[in-house]
């Protein structure tokens, strides 16, 4: 599978088995008008009503990662009040057209945070279906915060992990960035490097979305990585909320106009470059696949700013004006963690590339 999990060019997404995935192209979808208007609604055949019976054959009390999304949910509400983002009212359940896997959008926002939003798939488990938390926070223009990235990806043994504060200014060239968001969450990356050690190939090109303390990882499936992986989780989701209470409100017009365009960046490159746009389209078709990547996953990226994925990366602009489907251009890549223990960058070093 192409991972929702990781913008990470990882070749070991085009060797997970397309049996993993639907073939089955006929669409199991209603389409809902609210209020006489045109704004479409997703929603899912049978919605999956917790604590009630429900025919639909995706519902399971097994998917993997419901009491992530539950801590976030409840540890955010000691932090800041959530309100249901508007985004609710289009974005909520599907049936994807395998008619056994659902996808699960709900989202919020508060004073801080711009969005707060998070995309369950949720197969069959004890058939080997694709189990999928794609969750993330994006703060409001107006703060220069991280953006809270936890990506996780698992389809019968394998499981394939994004967990970040990714940094929205290059924390390599933004030395006093780094030094304000990571200097003392670097002792998170340090507590988790044996337990869930460095996945493999990074592309240089993504790199730049990461930050020091990134956990990027594969695991065989087993109850230690999992309880691994919640408490990094906890961890992570915490200091990112400690982070956003501590955060002042930016009132200088051109640092916020910066903010917003470097989150725009981010937005795009996702948008564009994200692998779990492969996965989606069998899913749930292409045209919806890309509603859900631009409107929900990535919302912001047709608002926040105007310029192309072309202006931001010109690298991958091809002769006919087009943009490349490679997932890198430089052709470099990161076999081990190209940070030392001290949130140094020591990536360029030969035994680190490929």
Same mark, same amino acid.
């Given at each position: ?100 896997? #659902? *996808?699960?959008?709900?989202?919020? %926002?508060? @004073?801080?945070?711009?969005?707060? =939003? ?6 069959? /488990? ?115 909320? #400690? *982070?956003?209470?501590?955060?002042? %409100?930016? @009132?200088?017009?051109?640092?916020? =106009? ?6 725009? /960046? ?89």
């Amino acid at each position: 599978m192409e991972a929702l999990c990781s913008f990470a060019a990882s070749s070991s997404f085009s060797r997970i088995p397309k049996s993993s995935f639907s073939t089955h192209y006929d669409y199991c979808i209603k389409l809902h008008y609210s209020n006489g208007c045109s704004t479409t609604r997703l929603s899912m055949v049978v919605p999956c009503m917790s604590g009630k019976k429900s025919h639909s054959p995706s519902c399971s009390s097994t998917f993997l990662y419901e009491k992530f999304i539950e801590f976030a949910l409840e540890e955010t509400k000691c932090y800041t009040p959530l309100l249901p983002s508007p985004l609710q009212t289009k974005f909520s359940t599907l049936l994807a057209m395998d008619g056994n896997t #659902e *996808l699960e959008m709900s989202s919020f %926002e508060s @004073t801080k945070l711009r969005l707060w =939003r998070n995309l369950s798939i949720k197969g069959k /488990k004890n058939e080997g279906g694709v189990q999928v938390m794609d969750f993330a926070v994006f703060p409001k223009p107006e703060f220069d915060l991280p953006i809270f990235c936890a990506n996780f990806f698992s389809v019968a043994d394998i499981n394939i992990v994004v967990l970040d504060l990714n940094p929205l200014y290059n924390v390599i060239n933004e030395k006093g960035y780094k030094e304000k968001y990571y200097i003392g969450l670097i002792h998170l990356a340090a507590k988790y490097a044996e337990l869930l050690p460095w996945g493999g190939k990074l592309t240089a090109e993504s790199l730049q979305f990461f930050s020091p303390i990134v956990i990027w990882t594969k695991f065989s499936s087993c109850p230690e990585k999992y309880d691994a992986l919640f408490s990094a989780f906890k961890d992570y989701y915490k200091a990112f909320l #400690e *982070l956003m209470h501590q955060a002042e %409100e930016e @009132t200088d017009v051109s640092r916020i =106009r910066r903010n917003r365009a470097a989150q725009h /960046k981010y937005l795009t490159w996702r948008t564009e470059k994200d692998p779990g746009h492969g996965m989606l389209s069998r899913l749930i078709g292409e045209s919806m696949a890309k509603e859900v990547i631009s409107g929900f996953l990535f919302n912001g990226v047709l608002d926040l700013g105007s310029a192309t994925f072309n202006e931001y990366f010109p690298e991958y602009k091809c002769e006919d004006g087009s943009i490349s489907v490679k997932r890198s251009m430089i052709g470099k890549s990161y076999e081990k963690r190209p940070w030392n223990a001290n949130g140094e960058f020591i990536g360029d070093n030969r035994d680190n590339t490929s």
